[in-house]
């Protein structure tokens, strides 16, 4: 482990030493966020005495990331929560715009220690140790996952980085340097056996013994788990980050039972009902939105951010002996469909498609009838066929049959020939908006 202390500290003692943190925080936030004085006096908690620790945090109002935005100005493009003078940031990431401006994400030195310190933790766990070669496809430039290159760094690693849009050069790394460790997207990492099966390069008999897969959900679905095994010849893991609160916060061992918290001790996470809002107690199986609070940050801590992720929890002990709460995430809310009061993730189809390979090749696309969250059945849905592969029998029926059965909704399954769904060297579309 990379910190045994802490990883295996047991989790009571570490609840005790979180609220003493989260008492601090709420001070400073009093003290230095002019944003959270007044969002926290407007739901009636006037100074930090009238919040009473963690065992009271269900009782503050949520953060939203629309709030965040809306607070930003030409003279503060971060945003009003910013606490600290711009002479003390050290690092300042960026989200990648996608929905308008970019969403600046600040750091102090402290700040930037505990998210490597998260990160290197993850990774111990996701299987990475000193000496490995891995080769990383993450886009360190502006983004957050820069700060998984100073991870590596602390875990004594040999650190190839090549970045999106390099196939080619990727390959060429693992066919000449001999990684013994990938990290990557779930999506690339399928993708990447496609690539190596048209061009004879024998991925299955690379160097490669790891693989780990962060950025977007499926890397724990089992019929994507099993592919990427099966085309890789390695054993594949898990890492999971929040942007917005830290990089890599989660990572699986290798039981492959759920993502241990690596940022334990720097969040605090919470369960909610994605509707209601309402706290779901963390217990094994329990399922709902993943909340996160920041509990020693200082440039732009956030307090109860909502982040999107629909995830699964589990409390029991892990043979590994770390034992902080594991998590799977299943998709991400804000993708999520409502099919006449039934709640559709992208990614359950996908995981139900992959029982029918070898027939399929496991791409999806949900194609909407109309704009907006709610949508009528039939829910359209392409299902793509495997390399050279003909619609045979009831193939599209039979799908759509099992997605009612195990989804409980009606959806219209069309075949569409292999190479049609787009790939990706990054995350994989799964809706078309």
Same mark, same amino acid.
């Given at each position: 482990?990379?910190?045994?202390?802490? /990883?295996? %500290?047991?989790w009571t003692e570490q609840q005790a030493a979180d609220d003493a943190s989260f008492r601090g925080q709420i001070a400073y936030l009093f003290e230095r966020s002019a944003f959270y004085r007044e969002k926290l006096a407007r739901a009636g908690f006037p100074d930090a005495g009238s919040i009473d620790g963690l065992a009271a945090i269900a009782s503050l109002p949520?953060?939203?990331?629309?709030?965040?935005?809306?607070?930003?100005?030409?003279?503060?493009?971060?945003?009003?929560?910013?606490?600290?003078?711009?002479?003390?940031?050290?690092?300042?990431? *960026?989200?990648?715009?996608?929905?308008?401006?970019?969403?600046?994400i600040p750091l102090t030195r402290g700040d930037l220690d505990n998210w490597e310190?998260?990160?290197?933790?993850?990774?111990?766990?996701?299987?990475?140790?000193?000496?490995?070669t891995v080769v990383s496809t993450y886009n360190a430039g502006p983004f957050v996952a820069g700060a998984v290159l100073g991870a590596f760094d602390r875990l004594g690693v040999c650190h190839v980085p090549v970045g999106t849009g390099n196939t080619d050069r990727l390959m060429m790394a693992i066919r000449l340097l001999r990684p013994t460790a990938a990290v990557l997207t779930p999506s690339y990492a399928s993708h990447l056996i496609e690539w190596a099966a048209? +061009?004879?390069?024998? %991925? !299955?008999?690379?160097?490669?013994?790891?693989?780990?897969?962060?950025?977007? $959900?499926?890397?724990?679905?089992?019929?994507?788990? =099993?592919?990427?095994?099966?085309?890789?010849?390695?054993?594949?893991?898990?890492?999971?980050?929040?942007?917005?609160?830290?990089?890599? %916060?989660?990572?699986? #061992?290798e039981h492959q039972d759920g993502m241990h918290l690596g940022g334990r001790g720097i969040v605090h996470a919470e369960l909610v009902d994605p509707d209601t809002g309402t706290v779901i107690e963390m217990e094994d199986g329990a399922r709902g939105e993943l909340v996160l609070t920041h509990l020693r940050h200082r440039a732009a801590p956030l307090l109860r951010f909502r982040s999107r992720d629909h995830v699964q929890v589990w409390t029991s002990p892990c043979p #590994?002996?770390?034992? =902080?709460?594991?998590?799977? #995430?299943?998709?991400?809310?804000?993708?999520?469909?409502?099919?006449?009061?039934?709640?559709?993730?992208?990614?359950?189809?996908?995981?139900?498609?992959? /029982?029918?390979? $070898?027939?399929?090749?496991?791409?999806?696309?949900? =194609?909407? !009838?109309?704009?907006? &969250?709610?949508q009528e059945p039939p829910l359209p849905i392409q299902v793509e066929?495997?390399?050279?592969? /003909? $619609?045979?029998?009831?193939? =599209?029926?039979?799908?759509?049959? +099992?997605?009612?059965?195990? %989804? &409980?909704?009606?959806?219209?399954?069309?075949?569409?020939?292999?190479?049609?769904?787009?790939? *990706?060297?990054? !995350?994989? !579309?799964l809706v078309q908006h």
């Open positions: 482990m990379f910190d045994r202390a802490t /990883e295996t %500290l047991p949520f953060t939203e990331k629309s709030e965040i935005r809306a607070s930003c100005t030409a003279e503060n493009p971060i945003g009003a929560h910013l606490c600290v003078e711009r002479s003390e940031l050290v690092r300042i990431f *960026s989200t990648s715009g996608t929905t308008g401006t970019p969403s600046y310190t998260t990160s290197a933790r993850s990774y111990s766990t996701a299987g990475l140790r000193p000496g490995d048209e +061009r004879n390069f024998d %991925l !299955k008999g690379s160097s490669v013994t790891r693989v780990i897969v962060g950025g977007e $959900p499926g890397g724990g679905e089992p019929a994507m788990r =099993a592919r990427l095994e099966e085309g890789w010849g390695a054993r594949v893991t898990e890492a999971m980050g929040i942007g917005d609160i830290g990089v890599s %916060l989660w990572g699986e #061992c #590994c002996g770390r034992t =902080a709460p594991r998590i799977r #995430c299943i998709g991400r809310t804000d993708d999520m469909l409502i099919v006449r009061g039934v709640n559709v993730f992208p990614t359950a189809i996908r995981e139900i498609v992959a /029982e029918f390979r $070898p027939a399929v090749s496991g791409l999806i696309l949900v =194609a909407p !009838k109309s704009q907006g &969250v709610k066929l495997e390399r050279d592969g /003909e $619609p045979s029998g009831d193939l =599209a029926g039979a799908i759509a049959r +099992r997605i009612r059965e195990a %989804l &409980v909704f009606t959806a219209s399954v069309e075949l569409v020939p292999f190479g049609s769904i787009q790939r *990706s060297e990054y !995350k994989s !579309k």
